[in-house]
T-cell receptor, first 112, second 115 residues
Framework: QQQVKQSPQSLIVQKGGISIINCAYE??????FPWYQQFPGKGPALLIA?????SEKKEGRFTISFNKSAKQFSLHIMDSQPGDSATYFC???????????FGSGTKLNVKP | EPEVTQTPSHQVTQMGQEVILRCVPI?????FYWYRQILGQKVEFLVS????????KSEIFDDQFSVERPDGSNFTLKIRSTKLEDSAMYFC?????????????FGSGTRLTVV
């Protein structure tokens, strides 16, 4: 059972454009939704996270939008830069539980 | 910024051999985890460890796998008899000064290649 579905698999965006990555989850008990950024050869690094009591969270150029009724959340990267080129994973968890369920990842390529 | 340190960064082993992957979690963290990522696929949970015992494990974490915190700083994953399909990146993570997801930090991983 795929607990978290992520799309697209890959994304090419021009420098300065907006990158949008979408995730959908199944388990309504999930209440913590982080996004991780992973560069080649490195571990996932927490980028931004949201809990379902808010519909949007913004940190710099990164915004999570959350739709509880649709069980969907998305990452928006504004003014995308070549340095943002990485693989992005959404994840979900119950806040006081042990583990994350990860999406399948989106490879973002920001062209100069 | 505190880091989770993993060694070695790359390990090549023969099928059937035992391998131990090592991790030094962030010093004041209480919860420890192993995940794996087969090349090009998503990150998958293997096991969590708290208070010197396994608190949860996935179906991947069968009898070939074991974890240990042999001293106050290290956290290890042992694979008893490696198979070709164990080839993956293995990530250690730690968390939980104020709650399990608080400060959840991954190491840079150990790439295990079974030949």
């Amino acid at each position: 059972q795929q607990q978290v579905k992520q799309s697209p698999q890959s994304l090419i965006v021009q420098k300065g454009g907006i990158s949008i990555i979408n995730c959908a989850y199944e388990n309504t008990a999930f209440d913590y939704f982080p996004w991780y950024q992973q560069f080649p050869g490195k571990g996932p690094a927490l980028l931004i996270a949201i809990r379902p009591d808010v519909s949007e969270k913004k940190e710099g150029r990164f915004t999570i939008s959350f739709n509880k009724s649709a069980k969907q959340f998305s990452l928006h990267i504004m003014d995308s830069q070549p340095g943002d080129s990485a693989t992005y994973f959404c994840a979900a968890s119950r806040y006081n539980f042990n583990k994350f369920y990860f999406g399948s990842g989106t490879k973002l390529n920001v062209k100069p | 910024e505190p880091e989770v340190t993993q060694t070695p960064s790359h390990q090549v082993t023969q099928m059937g051999q035992e391998v131990i992957l090592r991790c030094v979690p962030i010093s004041n963290h209480l919860y420890f985890y192993w995940y794996r990522q087969i090349l090009g696929q998503k990150v998958e949970f293997l096991v969590s460890f708290y208070n010197n015992e396994i608190s949860e494990k996935s179906e991947i974490f069968d009898d070939q796998f074991s974890v240990e915190r042999p001293d106050g700083s290290n956290f290890t994953l042992k694979i008893r008899s490696t198979k070709l399909e164990d080839s993956a990146m293995y990530f250690c993570a730690s968390s939980g000064v104020r709650g399990r997801v608080y400060g959840y930090t991954f190491g840079s991983g150990t790439r295990l290649t079974v030949v």
